[in-house]
């Protein structure tokens, strides 16, 4: 199964992602997370995400797609994924469609988690990342166990999710425009209530 998890910065993609990894046997692909991981290993690619990313700026289409060619030429990729993050602009949508078209593999899914903008800024502002292992908590939804050693997120500031939050809704918003004129089924979420309300849902709109 291929499914895109949509909705804008903080919906919870990445939260609902790794909860389903499991279930259905194919890994989570984040671009974020991927291009996190470039840049700490101090590469000249993750040089170049490095100045949109910390003003949250989306990063150039081609850089992207390299990075989503590369991810799904490997073994556990064979059987499907899920996609966090990605695609994010009508561009990168066309994309991934022309990939698949090569590759003889159709996507599934979208899903959309709807959050409005005022439950993302706090839940953006009080996301925290465990130093080791990198398991994401909520400093009031979903705490940190007591000795969990945590750290914020460069982007993760008001100001920056409130301008995610924009080009969410003027760039990325309008590739749901290109999915319904494709024909591709959309499903749409409400993103707010517990985390398990929010995966109860999300698992009967793919059938699972
Ligand atoms: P990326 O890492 O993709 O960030 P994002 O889309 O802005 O999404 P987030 O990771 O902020 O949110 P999420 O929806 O995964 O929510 P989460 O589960 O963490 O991208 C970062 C940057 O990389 C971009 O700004 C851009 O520069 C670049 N980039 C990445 N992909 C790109 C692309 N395709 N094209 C161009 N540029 C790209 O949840 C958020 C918080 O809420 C957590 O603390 C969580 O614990 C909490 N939470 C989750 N669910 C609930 C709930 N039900 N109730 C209460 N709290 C909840």
Do not use: C, W
């Not at 799904?72 to 022309?98: C, H, M, S, W, Y």
């Not at 500031?157 to 990325?172: S, V």
């Amino acid at each position: 199964m291929n499914l895109v998890f949509f909705g804008p910065p903080g919906a919870g993609k990445g939260t609902q992602a790794k909860r389903l990894v499991s279930k259905l046997g194919i890994p989570q692909v984040s671009t974020g997370e991927i291009m996190r991981a470039e840049l700490k290993s101090g590469s000249d690619l993750g040089a170049r995400f490095e100045s949109f990313m910390s003003l949250g700026k989306l990063v150039p289409d081609e850089l992207v797609l390299e990075l989503i060619k590369k991810r799904l030429e490997a073994d556990d990729a064979a059987n499907g994924v899920i996609f966090d993050g990605f695609p994010r602009t009508v561009g990168q949508a066309k994309a991934l469609d022309g990939i698949f078209g090569d590759l003889n593999r159709t996507l599934d899914r979208v899903v959309v988690l709807d959050v409005p903008e005022e439950d993302i800024v706090e839940r953006i502002s009080g996301r925290r990342i465990a130093v080791d292992g990198g398991q994401e908590y909520h400093i009031r939804y979903n705490p940190p166990p007591a000795g969990v050693d945590v750290k914020q997120r460069a982007d993760d500031n008001e100001e920056t999710a409130r301008k995610r939050y924009q080009d969410y809704k003027g760039i990325t918003e309008p590739v749901l425009e290109y999915y319904a004129a494709t024909g591709t089924v959309v499903e749409r979420i409400v993103g707010t209530g517990s985390l398990d309300e929010v995966s109860a849902r999300i698992e009967t709109a793919i059938g699972e």
